[in-house]
């Protein structure tokens, strides 16, 4: 016999799968409570809406989620393409998946925002992992012009937790874009690097290396075993040229094989003493609370540039203020005040 929460869930799926239609709010936030990955997809669309009335629903059901959010350990993990991040992922997440947790996997390719096209969603990925009954993994979203790609993704983590997932993992390229913007959003950043090549080859930028709390050097398979330890030891020595973190946490080096599942273990019990330590310290909860603050700021900051942008006024002026400040007729400080004046 069927609950009355399984009933209404159920008819709620039953009616997203027959007509296609729009879900109320209740029944959106009843599905992702109860565990559903379809409605939890049907929702994360919707945030990722650029129709306005589907944005708007989808951004009630967030506020309705987020009570219900923040219980995972968001694991941020960059690298250049080819370092092997997919199949650390993959190697990853079942690891995880075996200690009990399940794994959201979500995507930032800051490629898809300037081309179109995707380095991370080209290829067939995470094949065993996306298949997986604990895990849901969700390629980035393509970038439109309500909200912005990393505001989708941090208004997906909330959906995910309220689905139950207790470990996040937001992936991204590591060409230095978007690394920034996933360090805010996550609690622990993991930098996969090579062996053997350098750091400029590999396109890491130092501030990068200073956001790691871990880093990873991959494809040590048996027989490469030589080339990662070295290139860890002169990692953990440029590490220490680094001024020591906030948080008082020393960043791991770490070697790993996905193809042979080796140093995947450890990686995940860094990330959990990770967690333990900076738990106990306070600084999991104080580097959450300062990033909800930065990202209210980032949103204000936004939001304000839009209506500034948007405003008729400001456009019907714009143009001749910006010619007279070209010109010099107009200094660049007065213009502004003039423009900003108007809204
Ligand atoms: P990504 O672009 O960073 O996601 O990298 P991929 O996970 O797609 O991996 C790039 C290539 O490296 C693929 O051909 C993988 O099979 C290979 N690769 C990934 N991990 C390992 C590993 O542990 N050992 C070896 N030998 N090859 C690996």
């Keep these: 016999m069927s609950t009355p929460l399984q009933h209404s869930h159920l008819s709620a799926l039953e009616k997203l799968k027959k007509h296609r239609q729009l879900l109320s709010v209740d ?17 994360i669309t919707l945030i990722e809406s650029t129709h306005p009335d589907h944005y708007l629903l989808g951004q009630e059901v967030v506020e309705a989620c987020l009570a219900h959010s923040g219980k995972s350990l968001r694991i941020g993990i960059t690298g250049v393409p080819g370092v092997g991040k997919s199949t650390f992922i993959e190697a990853f997440g079942i690891h995880v998946i075996e200690q009990q947790h399940k794994i959201a996997v979500l995507a930032i390719d800051p490629s898809s925002q300037r081309t179109g096209g995707s380095i991370l969603g080209d290829k067939t990925r995470m094949e065993e992992l996306s298949h997986h009954p604990s895990a849901f993994i969700r390629p980035t979203p393509s970038a439109s012009t309500l909200g912005g790609v990393a505001r989708k993704t941090r208004e997906t983590i909330i959906l995910c937790e309220a689905a139950g997932f207790d470990v996040i993992v937001i992936e991204t390229v590591g060409v230095g874009q978007s690394e920034t913007e996933v360090k805010s959003m996550v609690d622990f950043f993991l930098l996969l690097m090579l062996a053997g090549a350098g750091d400029e080859l590999q396109g890491i930028k130092r501030g990068i290396m200073e956001m790691a709390d871990t880093i990873a050097i991959t494809k040590a398979d048996s027989g490469n075993e030589q080339a990662a330890k070295t290139a860890r030891q002169n990692y953990k020595n440029a ?23 080796q140093g995947i273990e450890k990686i995940w019990e860094i990330a959990e003493r990770y967690r333990n330590e900076m738990s106990v310290k306070g600084w ?17 900051n936004l939001q304000l540039q839009h209506r500034f942008h948007s405003n008729p006024k400001v456009q019907a002026e714009l143009a001749r203020i910006k010619e007279k400040v070209a010109n010099g007729e107009l200094g660049p400080f007065k213009a502004a005040e003039l423009l900003l004046s108007i809204v």
Excluded: C
């Design 239 to 261: 590490l220490h040229l680094f001024p020591a973190n906030e948080n008082g946490w020393i960043p791991q080096v770490e070697i790993s094989s996905s193809l042979e599942k």
């Design 27 to 43: 029944e959106y936030v009843t599905g992702i409570l109860a565990h559903d990955r379809a409605i939890l997809a049907q929702a």
């Design 284 to 300: 999991f909860t104080e580097n959450r609370r300062r990033q909800a603050l930065s990202w209210m700021e980032q949103t204000i």
